[in-house]
């Protein structure tokens, strides 16, 4: 059974920085690319980073670029998200995701397991 | 990165057909054609109905179908059933400023 367990989450206060991280099993972690997606309360789904599978290309939401560094370590099995110089406006729950293969063939950009979620609260 | 644009509710009497359209641009919806579909009960993570505008992974029910056309895509639900009643949110690669993917702002369906 796939499964993505998040921890990190915490109260952290603004300028503060977090690290999470989401522990894999279940499948072959290093043959997929992996992202973060985030959700405040009450809020939509907002893309966050991505990392290839052996973590030579990343990508970043220009809201978190150059303050969020996804990583993974895959003789592990884990991603990583360090979070440097948080915001109010970075309070969310945050997913990892990974995305869907079917048939030999992956799809970078739809995502079919979610980890349960780690919150993440920036406030004095 | 601009949010994908949907309508922020829907309803529909059981059994009726709706649709909830994505509105993107062409550095999105547009151009590529990797666009997903998502439903999300409420408390839950998200699950994935649609992939490539109009893919549907193993196990998704065939009332889920989706489209597109020019920089809008569609998801449409044949025979809305109460159990569908949830929120939406549609995703689309994009490159307007760095690679990634981007999401619309959901939407709410009531099954009424």
């Known amino acids: 059974e796939v499964q993505l367990v998040e921890s990190g989450g915490d109260l952290v206060q603004p300028g503060g920085s977090l690290r999470l991280s989401c522990t894999a099993s279940?499948?072959?972690?290093?043959?997929?690319?992996m992202h973060w997606v985030r959700q405040a309360p009450g809020k939509g789904l907002v893309w966050v980073s991505r990392?290839?599978?052996?973590?030579?290309?990343?990508s970043y939401a220009d809201s978190v670029k150059g303050r969020f560094t996804i990583s993974r370590d895959n003789a592990k099995d884990t991603l990583y998200l360090q979070m440097n110089s948080l915001r109010a406006d970075d309070t969310a729950v945050y997913y990892c995701?990974?995305?869907?293969?079917?048939?030999?063939?992956?799809?970078?950009?739809?995502?079919?397991?979610w980890g349960q979620g780690t919150l993440v609260t920036v406030s004095s | 990165q601009s949010a994908l644009t949907q309508p922020a509710s829907v309803s529909g009497s059981p059994g009726q057909s709706i649709t909830i359209s994505c509105t993107g641009t062409?550095?999105?919806?547009?151009?590529?054609?990797?666009v997903s579909w998502y439903q999300q009960h409420p408390g839950k993570a998200p699950k994935l109905m649609i992939y490539?505008?109009?893919n549907r992974p193993t196990g998704v029910s065939y009332r889920f179908s989706g489209s597109k056309s020019g920089i809008t895509a569609s998801l449409t639900i044949s025979g809305v059933q109460a159990e569908d009643e949830a929120d939406y949110y549609c995703?689309?690669?994009?490159?307007?400023?760095?690679?990634?993917?981007?999401f619309g702002g959901g939407t709410k369906l009531t099954v009424l």
């Open positions: 995701v990974r995305i869907y293969c079917s048939g030999g063939t992956c799809f970078n950009e739809a995502f079919d397991y």
């Open positions: 279940g499948f072959t972690f290093s043959n997929y690319w």
């Open positions: 990392i290839k599978t052996d973590g030579s290309d990343t």
């Open positions: 062409s550095s999105d919806v547009g151009r590529y054609k990797y």
């Open positions: 490539e505008v109009s």
């Open positions: 995703s689309s690669y994009t490159t307007s400023t760095t690679p990634g993917v981007v």
